[in-house]
T-cell receptor
Framework: EAGVAQSPRYKIIEKRQSVAFWCNPISGHATLYWYQQILGQGPKLLIQFQNNGVVDDSQLPKDRFSAERLKGVDSTLKIQPAKLEDSAVYLC????????????FGPGTRLLVL | KQEVTQIPAALSVPEGENLVLNCSFTDSAIYNLQWFRQDPGKGLTSLLLIQSSQREQTSGRLNASLDKSSGRSTLYIAASQPGDSATYLCAVFQLGANSKLTFGKGITLSVRP
């Protein structure tokens, strides 16, 4: 079984630029999560999708962050414009509908904003 | 609001030592608790998952215990090796309208040869 795929693995941008991250969850997993992990912190949930609908986006900075999961499979997370404090690892995870308590994590995208 | 605490933030031990990593959480209404390992620049690897009805889980040199009523969990690593050097994160899962996994900040372990 293939795991959660994310790309790119690394990204360096200047502040005020835009960036997008991509995630392909495990096949058949209905639930997809995006987490932000700042250095020295635990992952913080940004947004949770159930199929292509948003379940929880209470901690997503909606003035600059957006995410979509149009066909209920792949997802993209976008930051526009980026700030210095957005430097972090962005982790994608997925879980099946019946076993939501077990999340499988991708390798993450490390973002550095200069 | 659930809060997960892991203290200390960093730990350095000599190779071969047995060690205990601690985790505490404020809301005991959890569905399960997981311990993850994170290597530098990498994603999260699940080590052990304890259901709320269980007291402990074991995998190789790792043993995790859960005391739900007191809001505590420990991860015991026997005979530590330099390859165990990583950050260990504790996370609790709560079921509800918005099922949620809440993480601690992690403990960065360094095992000296």
């Amino acid at each position: 079984e293939a795991g959660v795929a994310q790309s790119p693995r690394y990204k360096i941008i200047e502040k005020r630029q835009s960036v997008a991250f991509w995630c392909n969850p495990i096949s058949g997993h209905a639930t997809l999560y995006w987490y932000q992990q700042i250095l020295g912190q635990g992952p913080k949930l940004l947004i949770q999708f159930q199929n292509n609908g948003v379940v929880d986006d209470s901690q997503l900075p909606k003035d600059r962050f957006s995410a979509e999961r149009l066909k209920g499979v792949d997802s993209t997370l976008k930051i526009q414009p980026a700030k210095l404090e957005d430097s972090a690892v962005y982790l994608c995870a997925s879980s099946s509908f019946l076993t939501q308590e077990t999340q499988y994590f991708g390798p993450g995208t490390r973002l550095l904003v200069l | 609001k659930q809060e997960v605490t892991q203290i200390p933030a960093a730990l350095s031990v000599p190779e071969g030592e047995n060690l205990v990593l601690n985790c505490s959480f404020t809301d005991s209404a959890i569905y399960n608790l997981q311990w993850f390992r994170q290597d530098p620049g990498k994603g999260l690897t699940s080590l052990l998952l304890i259901q709320s009805s269980q007291r402990e889980q074991t995998s190789g040199r790792l043993n995790a215990s859960l005391d739900k009523s007191s809001g505590r969990s420990t991860l015991y690593i026997a005979a530590s090796q330099p390859g165990d050097s990583a950050t260990y994160l504790c996370a609790v899962f709560q079921l509800g309208a918005n099922s949620k996994l809440t993480f601690g900040k992690g403990i960065t372990l360094s095992v000296r040869p």
